[in-house]
């Protein structure tokens, strides 16, 4: 592993050796991987990622793992999509949606799972494990199948059944802790020092992270080589949205793009917004909050990452959105009704966040704009079940001409 350095501490900057750990041992600072990039200027270019396999792993030299033994079930280059119709609805000329509901297990975790295990491998792990806030539990579940590793996956017991399901189908150790998802983590970070486990987000956490740099290479790449004006980003940890901040600044410091110009925005639910709160009161200090949220999946009251997206946030010119909870679901349908993509809670967000910064005049109509959608609306069918008013009729014509003449009436 030429490309990677070390692991270095965030705010004190002493250096670690690669190995499973996330927190400084003098300041308690987050530890982050450190890339020699001069090396990977020396191989890398277009033409390389180019001719890489159509997933995430065409970008391997950017990411802190050997690459011929990942664990890989397919995550990424999922589509960039020209979203005409919902640009047209909100007034953008252009805007896409990057659609990482479709990844192998319906999230954008896949990306940071997938880079996560194939380090716990490396590392001689066999227990891949994780606190999650739903759509990690499968991720983790799937690779740990994947790679015939054992799966301890942690979850809040109120989580929406399409989650539950969606990690237990590949038969992890699955524990429903009664509690929020900050309890369970604490849990968790306890148990990392009672059990030789790989937790993906804590003690691999460093490694974990830079998984979510594949979405933006992917957006720069499909874009034709170039950042985009906006990203409209989901928050729960924040961790997802410094890293696609620190993926388009590789890329441009690579030359594989010219300069980033990128104004970064994260978008949460009024239930569970300590970032937008922190934001809108100008302080840098986020203050841990007791999550009510429809949107489970950003349901993180005390943000690990919380002070990274604030001055992400601050170094990209950017903004921090909340969304009204009983919009999110307006949100959700938006998305499917306009462009045909069903997302989930936190894609609400997005959307209704997108919407909110382009009444505000944050967002230009003139100007590249890219939403992250992060997770696939079948795992959160109970928020939209509404939505289900068929016509009910018998098999016969003129029992479906008198039914589609009574909703003609109605509506
Ligand atoms: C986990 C998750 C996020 C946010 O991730 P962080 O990196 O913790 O901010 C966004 N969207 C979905 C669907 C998620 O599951
Ligand atoms: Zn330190």
């Known amino acids: 592993m030429a490309h990677v350095k070390a692991l270095r501490c965030r705010e004190c900057s002493r250096e670690y050796p690669i190995e499973p750990l996330n927190v400084c041992d003098f300041c308690f600072g987050p530890l982050e991987v450190v890339y020699d990039y ?32 990942a664990v890989d079930i397919n995550a990424g280059f999922t589509p960039l999509v020209r979203a005409k119709n919902l640009a047209r609805c909100l007034g953008l000329e252009e805007l896409y949606i990057k659609n990482d509901s479709v990844n192998p297990s319906f999230s954008f975790k896949d990306r940071v799972v997938s880079v996560a295990a194939t380090k716990a491998l490396e590392f001689g792990f066999d227990t891949l494990s994780c606190a999650s806030t739903g759509n990690l539990a499968c991720s983790v579940a799937a690779h740990a199948a994947r790679a015939g590793m054992k799966a ?37 970070s306890e148990l990392a020092d009672n059990y030789r486990w790989a937790f ?25 080589w170039r ?64 999550p009510n949220t429809i949107a489970k999946s950003l349901a993180i009251g005390n943000p690990a990452d919380g002070y990274y997206a604030l001055r992400t946030i601050k170094e990209s010119r950017g903004s921090a959105c909340v969304v009204e909870e009983d919009e999110v679901v307006e949100g959700i349908k938006l998305l499917a009704e306009t462009e045909g993509i069903f997302t ?37 069918q109970e928020a939209v079940e509404s939505v289900v008013k068929p016509l009910r009729i018998q098999p016969t014509i003129s029992s479906f001409e008198e039914a589609l003449g009574q909703r003609a009436r109605v509506s």
């Open 152 to 188: 301890y996956v942690f979850i809040p017991a109120d989580l929406e059944k399409g989650k539950v399901i969606g990690a237990a189908i590949y038969n992890p150790t699955l524990v429903a802790v009664q509690g929020s998802y900050d309890e369970v983590n604490r849990l968790c």
């Open 344 to 380: 989930e809670t936190a894609g609400g967000v997005v959307i209704m966040g997108l919407k909110r910064l382009v009444e505000q005049g944050r967002i230009k109509p003139d100007e590249p704009t890219v939403a992250f959608i992060t997770g696939n609306g079948l795992k959160t």
């Open 200 to 224: 993906v987000n804590i003690n691999m956490r460093p490694y974990y992270a830079e998984g979510s740099k594949s979405l933006a290479f992917e957006v720069a790449e499909q874009l034709g």
């Open 38 to 69: 001069e090396t990977i200027a020396s191989v890398i270019s277009r033409e390389r990622i180019q001719a890489g396999p159509l997933s995430m792993w065409r970008y391997h030299d950017l990411l802190p793992v050997d690459r011929e033994a």
């Open 227 to 290: 950042a985009p004006a906006h990203a409209v980003v989901p928050g729960a940890s924040g961790s997802l949205f410094t890293k696609i901040w620190k993926g388009l600044n590789e890329f441009s410091k690579l030359g594989l793009i010219g300069p980033v110009r990128t104004s970064m925005h994260i978008t949460q639910a009024r239930g569970c917004s300590p970032i937008v709160e922190a934001y809108d009161a100008d302080r840098m200090v986020v203050r841990p909050v007791r």
